[in-house]
T-cell receptor, first 113, second 114 residues
């Protein structure tokens, strides 16, 4: 069964450093998402991406965050200057159209120290 | 606004017990409703869904019915197994969402004892 692949599974970074989280969506999918889950809290929508541009972003997704699909297969989330409160599990998701096939990756646990 | 409220966990049951995890929602329009499951160390997996009122979603012995009058989508299973131990998330996609973004509840941890 096709999978959404996220790397790394766990990343530790120093406060103030830039971090890039990587995702490989399912190959024929067209819509891409990032969600995050702070430990013990709900999963929250960050951003959706379609046709090489952001289609919607939440208030969490401020100027410190950016997304990119650099080569037609990877989908990345960059945090420019990490803060302690960015520590969370980050999930990538993709879908082709409609809800069918909306698939999540296993997540990257980001720890900012 | 749109939101999902789930019962607090953890829920601890003995094997073969009956499971109910309550979920209620607030949404504009007519949302689609979902239950996701997260096993330890894994990602979010779709368990079942319902897209309109009175629809029943079912999978792997789990069921949930979309109740518009009570704005609820409670998850049930008649006989749980140890392998059902996981975190369960209720979620919705608002009917007015053009981007299909999910709104999740806080999750309910289920622990099934042998």
């Amino acid at each position: 069964e096709p999978e959404v692949t996220q790397t790394p599974s766990h990343q530790v970074t120093q406060m103030g450093q830039e971090v890039i989280l990587r995702c490989v969506p399912i190959s024929n999918h067209l819509y891409f998402y990032w969600y995050r889950q702070i430990l013990g809290q709900k999963v929250e929508f960050l951003v959706s991406f379609y046709n090489n541009e952001i289609s919607e972003k939440s208030e969490i997704f401020d100027d410190q965050f950016s997304v990119e699909r650099p080569d037609g297969s990877n989908f990345t989330l960059k945090i420019r200057s990490t803060k302690l409160e960015d520590s969370a599990m980050y999930f990538c998701a993709s879908r082709r159209g409609g809800v069918e096939g909306y698939t999540f990756g296993s997540g990257t646990r980001l720890t900012v120290v | 606004g749109n939101s999902v409220t789930q019962m607090e966990g953890p829920v601890t049951l003995s094997e073969e017990a009956f499971l109910t995890i309550n979920c209620t929602y607030t949404a504009t329009g007519y949302p689609s409703l979902f239950w996701y499951v997260q096993y330890p160390g894994e990602g979010l997996q779709l368990l079942l869904k319902a897209t309109k009122a009175d629809d029943k979603g079912s999978n792997k012995g789990f069921e949930a019915t979309y109740r518009k009058e009570t704005t609820s989508f409670h998850l049930e299973k008649g006989s749980v197994q140890v392998s059902d131990s996981a975190v369960y998330f209720c979620a919705l996609i608002p009917g007015t969402s053009g981007t299909y973004k999910y709104i999740f509840g806080t999750g309910t941890r289920l622990k099934v004892l042998a």
